[in-house]
């Protein structure tokens, strides 16, 4: 089993419908992250959490929440999805005393 | 704020040629890491290769290695022996250091990412 699961990998979803993507892990890590990918943008980062009391919002977190429903499990939902809210997101986790991410494989979010 | 630069969207190199791929990043930070991650078709994030600011001397795995200039804050990712299985999209990414500061220190800041074809 991967080390970090997203589910879905793929989904699309209408304009206005409220969806969540899942994120669990095995690692054991403290901190979890929600990114979001799009073409010619990189990586950028939405949400993160260092422990289950501790979310803090990212670079581009208007339209979205998360919750973290234990150390492994970290949720991004889309309250009310719309179409720029299409793209490729990725859940990562790590812990201090390290420098590397263990990224999930990413959910391919179309929203139409 | 961190900011990292890669101006190149697409490179294409030949088959068992070499190859690099450019990064800039702008800190006002001393101490801090590096990273190339590949990104496949598969859509798999995999790191490449890191570099800790510190450390004068550049890292190097297998075939690939960087060229570190700390000054001049670039962070350039060279394939060396090309192979079809190198095309990808390469992300340059930054993180301050962990050490004494508070957890928003392990965020990895991205650039946009270079697309890299290889030519068989």
């Known amino acids: 089993d991967a080390d970090v699961t997203q589910t879905p990998r793929n989904r699309i979803t209408k304009t206005g419908k409220r969806i969540m993507l899942e994120c669990s892990q095995t690692k054991g890590h403290d901190r979890m992250y929600w990114y979001r990918q799009d073409p010619g943008l990189g990586l950028r980062l939405i949400y993160y959490s260092f422990d289950v009391k501790d979310i803090n919002k990212g670079e581009i977190s208007d339209g979205y929440s998360v919750s973290r429903q234990a150390q492994a499990k970290f949720s991004l939902s889309l309250e009310s999805a719309i179409p720029n809210q299409t793209a490729l997101y990725f859940c990562a986790t790590s812990v201090p005393g390290t420098n590397g991410y263990t990224f999930g494989s990413g959910t391919r979010l179309t929203v139409v | ?120």
């Open chain 2, 1 to 120: 704020a961190q900011t990292v630069t890669q101006s190149q969207p697409e490179m294409s190199v030949q088959e068992a040629e070499t190859v690099t791929l450019s990064c800039t990043y702008d800190t006002s930070e001393s101490d801090y890491y590096l990273f190339w991650y590949k990104q496949p078709p598969s859509r798999q994030m995999i790191l490449v290769i890191r570099q800790e600011a510190y450390k004068q001397q550049n890292a190097t795995e297998n075939r690939f290695s960087v060229n570190f200039q700390k000054a001049a804050k670039s962070f350039s990712l060279k394939i060396s022996d090309s192979q079809l299985g190198d095309a990808a999209m390469y992300f340059c990414a930054y993180r301050r250091t962990h050490l004494g500061g508070s957890g928003a220190n392990s965020k990895l800041t991205f650039g946009k990412g270079i697309t890299l074809s290889v030519r068989p």
